[in-house]
């Protein structure tokens, strides 16, 4: 047997340890390898992880607000001057705040609103959502800037439920995901045989429409929405209110970081402290709360019946002016009806109800000519108009301007004054129209320049003018879908 070359034998065990301990080796080397990328690479999961961007850093970043709402009178719509509703404004407010632009998504359904937001698709809707309990369990809302009443709603001429008992056994269709969906659930514990509908293709705001329409019966709806559509289906009736009132806010997606929300809130406070969302609530609920049945109805037979007479001579003196013929309309209804040959016990006449000086003065030869009186009246409104202090904006600006006109530019200037001394704002018409009854109070009017005045009357005069030309706006907005809502009013006999 020949021998190794080194001369002695090497035994099979030794091999085997051997090569046990090489791969030994091989796998510390392997897991120090390992370890060590792993901590190479701590530092920069840290360096990455502190550099994720926070939601305000991204919407500052992108330059670009995202909301989710749907189309309604209170939320947002689009008509011949552009995107508008309570919900969009407040929303635009709050991007224009941060210096970025406002996307607007519009949901096909209500019921896709929530989800798109726990999606974090959108930032946040801004949809006239009500704090609820279901609701915090997967958003956050904000602060809220709304209260509002769910109340059920039927039409005159059909049976008034008297109390959530009278419910039972009528036909109910509520939207699919709505907060009225929430309340009804719970009123069937006391009522079991209590049932309704919901709809994923109808609003609110259409089903008060179908409401109108007698196509259902009843419905529920928040008393902000009823209060707008109202003003153009007067036949539209509350029966009750369902307890607790609700609260509005804007709701966002459940997270950790609330920079966003945060910032949404502070937004929110500072506008409710500087009185800016009490304008924005008057601007779209003001006209509504002069809802009056019997005036709307009338206006709406006689925006048919008597406006297509002088439309032509408002538009033409909107032309002259670079108002709004629709406001000039609304004017002159308040003031005569639109009636050409109205006269006051005063003196004053004619379409735009001028006094014998203001008619001079703008050179107005006949005042019972519609044309003259709509032009004169115009040319006097608009001179109102342009001698308040330039820092006055609009809307604030135009209402002050029409107070002017029926009480008087002495009389105004006297209660801004009222309103400065008092601590509030004489150049925001909501501040104003609080201290213009003052006007009539000898404790008040002696302090003022051009003494007493029936203040009362130019803070109904204007909101009143507000509410016709809220109601002609939509008129002029929807014309072809009009025709019917007019030939359906139920005029009550005079």
């Known amino acids: ?174 939207t699919s995901g709505s907060s009225h969906v929430d309340r009804l659930s719970k009123l069937k514990s006391e009522h079991p045989e209590l049932d309704w509908q919901e709809s994923d293709t109808e609003t609110p705001e259409t089903l008060l429409i179908k409401v109108w329409n007698n196509e259902i019966e009843l419905t529920l709806a928040d008393s902000n929405i009823i209060s707008v559509v109202r003003q153009f289906h007067p036949q539209l009736h509350t029966a009750f209110s369902l307890p607790p009132d609700d609260k509005l806010a804007w709701m966002f997606g459940r997270s950790n970081d609330t920079s966003l929300l945060d910032a949404a809130n502070a937004f929110l406070a500072e506008i409710r402290n500087n009185g800016w969302l009490d304008s924005l609530l008057d601007k779209y609920y003001g006209p509504s709360s002069q809802f009056n049945y019997v005036n709307t109805t009338r206006f709406l037979e006689r925006i048919e019946n008597r406006l297509p007479e002088f439309e032509d001579m408002f538009r033409r003196a909107a032309e002259d002016t670079g108002l709004d013929w629709r406001l000039l309309a609304a004017q002159a209804y308040q003031e005569s009806h639109w009636d050409a040959d109205a006269v006051s016990p005063t003196g004053v006449r004619g379409m735009m109800m001028l006094t014998r000086g203001t008619a001079k003065r703008m050179k107005i030869e006949n005042r019972r000519d519609p044309e003259q009186s709509i032009k004169g009246g115009s040319r006097y409104l608009r001179l109102l108009h342009d001698d308040l202090p330039v820092r006055i904006t609009q809307p604030d600006r135009i209402w002050l301007a029409l107070a002017a006109y029926n009480v008087g530019r002495g009389h105004l200037e006297d209660a801004r004054i009222l309103a400065q001394k008092d601590g509030a704002s004489p150049d925001v018409w909501l501040d104003v129209q609080r201290y213009l009854p003052l006007l009539s109070n000898p404790e008040w009017h002696q302090q003022t320049k051009y003494g007493y005045a029936r203040g009362y009357e130019p803070v109904q005069y204007v909101n009143r003018v507000r509410g016709y030309y809220e109601i002609l706006s939509w008129y002029d907005d929807n014309r072809k879908d009009t025709v019917n809502v007019i030939n359906e009013i139920e005029l009550p006999a005079l």
Do not use: C, W
């Open 1 to 174: 047997m020949a021998s190794p070359d080194n001369g002695s034998q090497v035994p099979a065990g030794t091999i085997a340890g051997s090569m046990s301990a090489y791969k030994r080796r091989i796998r510390r080397i392997r897991i120090a390898g390992i370890l060590a990328a792993l901590l190479l690479s701590i530092p920069l999961f840290l360096y990455e992880f502190s550099e994720e961007k926070t939601q305000l850093e991204h919407v500052n970043d992108t330059g670009v607000l995202r909301i989710i709402t749907f189309n309604g009178p209170t939320t947002y719509y689009k008509n011949g001057y552009g995107e508008s509703g309570f919900e969009y404004e407040l929303a635009r407010a709050f991007a224009d705040s941060l210096g970025v632009s406002l996307e607007v998504v519009v949901a096909d359904q209500f019921s896709e609103i929530i989800p798109e937001v726990l999606a974090r698709r959108v930032d946040f809707a801004a949809a006239g959502l009500t704090i609820t309990e279901e609701r915090n369990q997967h958003g956050m809302f904000t602060e809220p800037y709304q209260a509002i009443k769910q109340q059920v709603v039927y039409r005159s001429g059909t049976r008034r439920p008297k109390s959530s008992a009278g419910l039972v056994g009528r036909q109910i269709v509520v």
